[in-house]
């Protein structure tokens, strides 16, 4: 495994249920999340094993849980159900294709959250909203060449954060 230039962007992903992938570190680390109870989640990494008590990746996975009101809600859904919550209907009967404004939207929040962070503004272990929206932008650079339609929803997703942000600070150019 590669350390990705140039910065490390700690991301999230819901595996489903209780368990969440933590990866952009050294190593990726798999987080097991009790919603119910938090004290009594756990992550597989030498940090929580040996001092017992929360490490960065189960406070990335606090973070993504709360990050958004209904991140709780839409974690256990699929990307295709979670749009379909967040933006209610239009039926649509075709893949989502890349919209570009809704990626160039993600882009400029993933610049900002790479800007911020060169400027000392902030660390790789501020667990923010926007560094949600730039996990999900990274995401979805990652995946546009081989999976457009599954790309499209992480931009679709990370745009709608923005934009719900009514401030609109990450947007400046
Ligand atoms: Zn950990």
Redesign the pocket.
């Known amino acids: 495994m590669t350390t990705r230039a140039p910065a490390a962007l700690l991301r999230v992903i819901s595996l489903g249920g209780a368990a969440y992938e933590v990866s952009g570190g050294e190593r990726v680390?798999r987080v097991t999340w009790i919603e119910d109870d938090p004290g009594r989640s756990s992550?597989d990494?030498a940090?929580?094993e040996y001092r017992g008590h929360q490490?960065?990746?189960?406070k990335a996975t606090a973070a993504f849980r709360a990050a958004d009101p209904q991140a709780a809600l839409l974690d256990p859904l699929s990307a295709d159900e979670t749009l379909k919550l967040i933006n209610p209907p239009a039926p649509r009967t075709t893949l989502r294709a890349i919209d570009p404004e809704e990626r160039a939207i993600a882009v400029r929040a993933l610049e900002g959250w790479r800007r911020e962070l060169a400027a000392g503004k902030r660390t790789i272990y501020d667990f923010d909203l926007l560094w949600r929206v730039a996990g999900e932008a990274q995401r979805g650079l990652e995946l546009e060449d081989l999976q457009p339609n599954a790309a499209a929803e992480r931009f679709a997703l990370a745009a709608h954060w923005c934009r719900q942000r009514a401030s609109g600070r990450w947007d400046a150019a």
Do not use: G, V
């Not at 490490?55 to 189960?58: A, D, Q, R, S, T």
């Open positions: 680390h992550c990494c940090d929580f490490c960065k990746h189960l």
